[in-house]
């Protein structure tokens, strides 16, 4: 278990470097990241590579003990770059170029941008690959959709196509252009995704489906070049990138597939980010890096609250509770210049350590008596909660009410989860559902046959499944399907939907089966019931009485079917029942505000208690522990302070 900290040497004079080192290391910091936005630095002619500089701040950090991640540059190309090769900016939705000034002003397109990316990737994995300072690489920075609209993505676009459908007639086919006589007859008439006046934000929605897929793809391909290199020239050091949690626009789990491990950057708010850190190790299936934490104010142009006193410690064994096994603080120090200027590091700009340094620093003491408790440790839950981007993106497409989105739906289950003390995986649509006693699945609302086939398969093995509302409704070209909904997983259900009503804003009263009223919204599916018995009715509206919510036997397993959008108290108590019938041991009597998590080697278990309020709260703990930080027994009852943290074996 490690800190670490994000560090611009370049930012700074060389004679500020061995302070710096040193102040690091007293606060138990062991990891720096560097050079991501250093290209102009690092080749400032284009051939001409100058490493010197890096060299000697590599040097001075590894004198106080401290290794080194090296970024690869390329999401900040140089002037020199764009000024010879001006194909390598992106275009936006209206055609214009994204200027320089900034950074990501470059398309993943075109080959004079590719290439000089490869040479500074292989000229910085030749002069850093054996050096034993350096301990891995992130590649580029913070990946998304570009949606570029230059010629050459509309090339590769097409190209793309061609691939995927061979022929027009199939395309035309597959996305049914027959509708507004949108027919093509040559590739070229196919538009890439531009501004919305031109009609495209009603385009045809398996041709946004599809462009997406593309753009993500093109992302996916241009970081398998670098990794190529960093493989070649590096292979004893390892590979990933930094990851935006809940970020959606890319396909997270294609992005993953060359990297070692992921890592990610975190900026919490208010209440607890533990959601982001279950996708984040669930794309991999594995602990995680946090590559930036939050160490202060953030923002560009304006700031946002202050970490209060303790958040910054809490934040970070939050992580680590979650699966961190680094976390690595932005920034080292506030930066005189540019944009971020505001975006506070854990020194402000007069650089003299005040609060944040000594928070941060008390956090390292902890980490570094605890290590030996938690090294080697990982997370291992009963449950999981599915996470699929083909679904985010064809409901942000058609989000069918306002308010309505697949991350609305996860992250009510896993807020219920959490008041249950009930840790949760959130994996990806190629994860083993097997391994779990309970899958929840938002709305596939893109059903796959393949899905339907696996989650038929899951229940009648013995799982658990929880479905919900616009299950079934598209196949995999976004198209909808024809079946009575939930489609190829209504037998598994144990029922149709016979009618259903975008409820929108409006409220409609629901009563489960043991008498507790609650309030739906958005959408209300009315159930046919078939094999599957209700345990919820509609008490309001035209379906009053009709069944609103059922549970299904079907095989060795069961199915629940949700029909509706609800409060958070409703998916507490649906949450309950299921986990009691599915065999899975909650915690139900931990106060508002209060996550119990669990990290795990050879049977032996390191809880985590993190109080995320403002407010002191008495834990009911089950069963006696060691309290680690504090070197006592806690059985019984676990007073914690505002936004404390208790570890316990």
């Given at each position: ?394 409901l942000d497409i058609q989000p069918q009410t306002e308010g309505f989105s697949f991350r609305k739906m996860l992250l009510l289950y896993t807020k219920a989860l959490a008041r249950l003390g009930v840790g949760a995986d959130v994996i990806g649509p190629g994860a083993d559902f097997k391994r779990y006693k309970v899958m929840v699945l938002p709305p596939l609302y893109v059903l796959t046959d393949e899905m339907a086939k696996k989650v038929t398969q899951y229940v009648h093995s013995g799982g658990t499944v929880v479905l919900n509302c616009r299950t079934g409704v598209k196949n995999e070209i976004n198209v909808c399907r024809t079946e009575p909904l939930p489609g190829p997983l209504a037998h598994v259900a144990g029922l149709e939907i016979s009618d259903y009503d975008c409820a929108g804003p409006r409220s409609v009263s629901v009563e489960s089966s043991d008498g507790k009223a609650f309030k739906a919204t958005l959408w209300c599916d009315v159930l046919e019931l078939q094999s599957a018995e209700p345990i919820a009715v509609y ?111």
């Amino acid at each position: 278990m490690r800190l670490g900290v994000d560090y611009y040497p370049e930012h700074w004079a060389e004679s500020r470097w061995p302070i710096d080192a040193r102040l690091m290391a007293e606060a138990g910091i062991s990891v720096v990241r560097l050079a991501e936005f250093a290209w102009s630095r690092m080749e400032p002619k284009e051939n001409k590579f100058d490493f010197k500089w890096l060299d000697k701040a590599i040097n001075i950090l590894a004198k106080e003990g401290i290794q080194v991640v090296l970024g690869t540059p390329t999401a900040s190309p140089p002037a020199w770059l764009m000024a010879k090769y001006p194909d390598t900016y992106s275009r936006d939705e209206y055609g214009h170029i994204h200027g320089f000034g900034t950074r990501q002003h470059r398309c993943h397109t075109p080959e004079n941008y590719r290439k000089r990316s490869r040479a500074i990737t292989t000229a910085m994995a030749k002069h850093y690959g054996k050096n034993p300072n350096v301990i891995g690489w992130q590649t580029d920075n913070e990946f998304f959709r570009e949606d570029c609209t230059c010629d050459k993505c509309k090339k590769k676009w097409h190209g793309w196509l061609k691939k995927k459908y061979k022929t027009l007639d199939k395309l035309n086919a597959e996305w049914g252009t027959v509708f507004w006589s949108q027919e093509y007859s040559d590739w070229s008439q196919i538009q890439v995704l531009a501004h919305p006046r031109s009609g495209n934000h009603y385009h045809s929605p398996s041709f946004q489906l599809d462009w997406r897929r593309f753009q993500s793809e093109n992302a996916v391909s241009f970081q398998h070049e670098q990794v190529e290199i960093l493989r070649k020239y590096a292979p004893k050091q390892f590979v990933t990138h930094n990851f935006m949690g809940f970020h959606d626009s890319l396909n997270y789990y294609d992005l993953a597939k060359d990297l070692d491990f992921v890592a990610w950057d975190n900026y919490p708010g208010e209440g607890p980010a533990g959601a982001a850190h279950d996708l984040m190790r669930g794309v991999l299936e594995k602990n995680f890096w946090i590559m930036e934490e939050r160490a202060g104010h953030i923002g560009w142009d304006k700031f946002s609250p202050a970490p209060r006193p303790g958040e910054i410690r809490m934040w970070t064994w939050e992580a680590i509770a979650h699966g961190a096994d680094v976390v690595s603080y932005f920034r080292w120090r506030s930066c005189l210049y540019g944009t971020e200027q505001f975006w506070q590091g854990i020194l402000n700009h007069d650089a003299v350590p005040r609060r944040r340094y000594h928070e941060i620093a008390q956090t390292g003491a902890e980490l570094k008596k605890l290590s030996p408790a938690i090294d080697g440790t990982a997370v291992k839950n009963e449950v999981a909660v599915l996470n699929d981007y083909e679904n985010i993106w064809a409901l942000d497409i058609q989000p069918q009410t306002e308010g309505f989105s697949f991350r609305k739906m996860l992250l009510l289950y896993t807020k219920a989860l959490a008041r249950l003390g009930v840790g949760a995986d959130v994996i990806g649509p190629g994860a083993d559902f097997k391994r779990y006693k309970v899958m929840v699945l938002p709305p596939l609302y893109v059903l796959t046959d393949e899905m339907a086939k696996k989650v038929t398969q899951y229940v009648h093995s013995g799982g658990t499944v929880v479905l919900n509302c616009r299950t079934g409704v598209k196949n995999e070209i976004n198209v909808c399907r024809t079946e009575p909904l939930p489609g190829p997983l209504a037998h598994v259900a144990g029922l149709e939907i016979s009618d259903y009503d975008c409820a929108g804003p409006r409220s409609v009263s629901v009563e489960s089966s043991d008498g507790k009223a609650f309030k739906a919204t958005l959408w209300c599916d009315v159930l046919e019931l078939q094999s599957a018995e209700p345990i919820a009715v509609y008490k309001s509206h035209y379906y009053a009485g009709e069944p609103a919510a059922a549970v299904n036997k079907a095989g060795k397993g069961r199915s629940y079917y949700i029909g509706f959008v609800a409060e958070d108290s409703f998916y507490r108590h649906l949450m309950e029942q299921v986990l009691k019938e599915a065999g899975v041991k909650t915690v139900p009597d931990l106060p508002e505000g209060v996550e119990l998590l669990r990290r795990v080697k050879n049977g032996t278990e390191v809880v985590f208690v993190i109080n995320f309020t403002a407010e002191a709260k008495t834990v009911t703990l089950p069963g006696s522990y060691d309290e680690l930080l504090g070197s006592h027994k806690a059985a019984g009852k676990l007073e914690l302070k505002p936004f404390d943290v208790a570890v316990l074996k």
